[in-house]
């Protein structure tokens, strides 16, 4: 059996998504649920959530574990897995993770670009790795079956979380810095120890995180994935597209900004280009793994490996989770 | 006229307290009334603080300024400014620190003891120093007049914060380390440092931080602080006993655990001592002050220089909060 995951997607989630996830064939999707909400908002996106399952229980449900993606598979439905980008709704509170989990949150990042309460974003100047409440959150996300995620993580708390988790982690959205050095885009060094310790890297297909962003052609992308195997073997690639379809621009400024600043921030933007960027043509949802699909076999992959990067990989590494 | 200030207390508040501030002759105490509260959870506090100025007006009120000093003496009463022991109230809302400061709030620790939002504190392996988000809430600080305090931080991230804030910073209540190496207690460099850009050191009466402990001398403690006053000047140091007068030891233990942690920290005790240390007999409560004077004039300070320490010092930073 072969499946198709896309680990991570923002959409401004409607039908019309979930139709178009259906028509991409994805099996399953790991969905960004908060960026910087607390514990009580993010159960307002829970029940905004449990009315998007309500109203189209045709082509969704939500994912627990890896049996729900044989489950949508069978039944020609997209199981939806909840993630966080940023560990805000756990507050600083480690009863919370538990509370989290059994709302449904399967991957959280322990940091979103700046410092959190767990480790250092890669928008930090210095990187004082996992702290003290983050090894206790750790722990935690390691008992229950929440995966460690570190895409936009900086680089020693990286290391930190890979050592400190006995479960293999994951980068569910970032591209390798050989390819494209965008500030969140990972070196090959880290890539390496993340596959070592049975870790994912999810390619993402974020203009922002692509050689030539908006104009980045299918061979190049797929040059990058077979390099990219090479360092990190086949089966430790899938995809995780960092899709955000249908947002409008506002939406992207609140990932940068939350509440922090009182100046704004441009991220991987600029002043003059503060918006989402425009998708590459092959690229623009996710009937676009088809132009993945097509292109990986190009490059020289075999079937079985295309099958992997498209989603079998993804699937492995979910049934390791609550091992 | 000379003022006398003891800047940290966090003690269980009652009339009886208040009295004994008074026989002391205390003329304004910085309180703690948050450790690790989120802004809410502040907000009960100064309801709790209010029913307290409201059934004790003949013995305290709120303090907002330095006038509020002199004020407090021409009435024979005790100014309480408020502080906070961590940033958990400002949460991760810029917008709240000109909340906390309309509702009291004139001091404000960047961490307590561990990473922080905003910077790294001393119980932290690593030392990544002030955040984004903290370099942020630094300028709102500075623009509002609510001082920088850094007793529980980690040293690099005291170095940034001096020279980021653009007013004179505090370490309300900590003690040099050359003459008892507790965690919290810093180095000459880092007092030089702080004395040389106008900032203040709080002398701490809690046993953890003293030589000898519970058992510390009189003699010793002012020994202390005419080697201290050497470092830093005599103008730049003051008392912040960091007294915890009636308070239960239910109350250091959620000082240290707070509820980031499944297994519990001992913090500066130990498993065998866990509770709240014995006071050294020379002060139990703030009239010990009548000791410390006594002390400072014996080691050799003159009268003017001792009145500094035991309040004037203080009160002349008050002064230029607000400049």
Redesign the interface.
């Given at each position: 059996m072969n499946y198709k995951i896309d680990n991570l997607q923002y959409c401004n989630w409607s039908r019309e998504v979930f139709e178009i996830n259906r028509e991409a064939g994805l099996d399953a999707v790991h969905v960004t649920v908060v960026y910087?909400e607390?514990y009580k908002e993010f159960q307002k996106k829970v029940e905004e959530w449990n009315n998007l399952f309500k109203n189209n229980k045709d082509l969704i449900f939500l994912g627990k574990d890896f049996k729900d993606i044989e489950k949508a598979k069978n039944e020609n439905k997209t199981a939806i897995f909840f993630g966080f980008q940023n560990c805000?709704p756990i507050?600083?509170?480690?009863?919370l993770v538990e509370k989290v989990y059994e709302s449904g949150c399967r991957f959280m990042q322990l940091t979103y670009n700046?410092?959190?309460?767990l480790a250092?974003g890669c928008?930090?100047?210095?990187?004082?790795?996992v702290?003290?409440?983050?090894k206790?959150v750790i722990?935690?996300m390691n008992r229950l079956g929440i995966v460690v995620d570190m895409s936009h993580s900086a680089e020693?708390s990286t290391y930190d979380a890979i050592e400190l988790s006995q479960k293999p982690i994951a980068i569910t959205h970032a591209n390798p810095n050989f390819w494209y050095k965008a500030i969140r885009n990972k070196s090959d060094e880290l890539l390496k120890t993340l596959s070592d310790s049975g870790g994912m890297l999810g390619l993402s297909l974020y203009a922002h995180h692509l050689k030539d962003k908006s104009d980045c052609t299918i061979e190049s992308f797929c040059e990058m994935a077979a390099r990219t195997a090479e360092i990190m073997g086949v089966k430790n690639i899938g995809i995780g597209s960092d899709l955000c379809l249908n947002q409008p621009d506002s939406v992207v400024e609140w990932m940068r900004n939350?509440?922090?600043?009182?100046?704004k921030n441009y991220g991987e933007g600029t002043k003059e280009k503060s918006g989402f960027p425009k998708q590459p043509e092959w690229f623009t949802d996710a009937r676009g793994f088809k132009n993945i699909e097509n292109g990986l076999i190009k490059i020289g992959f075999s079937i079985q490996e295309v099958y992997g990067i498209l989603g079998n990989n993804w699937f492995n590494f979910y049934k390791g989770i609550h091992k």
């Open positions: 910087h607390d805000s507050e600083d509170d480690i009863e700046n410092q959190s309460l250092t928008y930090e100047k210095n990187d004082s790795g702290t003290n409440f983050g206790e722990k935690e020693k939350g509440t922090w600043a009182k100046t």
